[in-house]
């Protein structure tokens, strides 16, 4: 199982790097990796076990997160109080998105970001990713709300960009009335 400590902090200079792409067949290695990052996420999605294990809620970690510098992440989204699905996107592009935006009212959080950010990160409402699962057979999602907002997140990752990166150091409020919150 990951611990928090095993996710790097926004100061490592990796997650500023693009990540590479990931060639098939797949490495066990990485495969066991997003076995233990979805594991890691769903246990930091539950009160009791995020207390014992001391971690902090996650619900997105892409692979250059925990220092594998590869194109996949994956989303643990709570569908229900206990109940999760797990969205693993090797390889992933966004094929389409809408011109609706929209941002976390509350603001983003991001595990390898250890402080309060305050600011808006624009995202789409509704995005359409494609990518691989682990054996390699093409896959589409069409996300929306959060949804959308984590995969974009992570997508971000693989690019070397963190959500503070799109926040206007400026005036880290700008645009709030062009943007819808959620």
Do not use: W
């Not at 095993?6 to 066990?28: C, G, N, Q, Y």
């Not at 996949?72 to 109080?81: I, L, M, N």
């Not at 389409?96 to 402080?115: F, H, K, P, Q, T």
């Amino acid at each position: 199982m990951l611990l928090d400590k095993d996710i790097l902090d926004e100061k490592d200079k990796r997650l500023h790097k693009a990540s590479e792409e990931v060639t098939f067949p797949m490495d066990e290695k990485d495969k066991k990796m997003i076995e233990e990052m979805i594991e890691h996420l769903t246990l930091s999605q539950i009160p009791e076990e995020s207390e014992k294990y001391d971690l902090r809620p996650g619900m997105g970690l892409a692979a250059i997160q925990v220092g594998i510098p590869k194109r996949y992440f994956v989303v643990v989204y709570e569908v229900d109080d206990g109940e999760f699905e797990n969205y693993i996107m090797i390889n992933p592009k966004i094929v389409s998105a809408s011109n609706e935006m929209i941002y976390v009212e509350d603001g983003e959080g991001c595990l390898s970001v250890n402080r309060p950010t305050e600011g808006i990160v624009p995202r789409h409402a509704r995005i359409t990713m494609e990518g691989f699962d682990t054996e390699g057979n093409p896959i589409k999602y069409r996300v929306r709300e959060d949804l959308a907002i984590a995969f974009q997140h992570e997508f971000d990752h693989l690019n070397g960009i963190l959500f503070t990166d799109k926040i206007d150091k400026k005036d880290p409020f700008k645009g709030k009335d062009k943007y819808r919150a959620i």
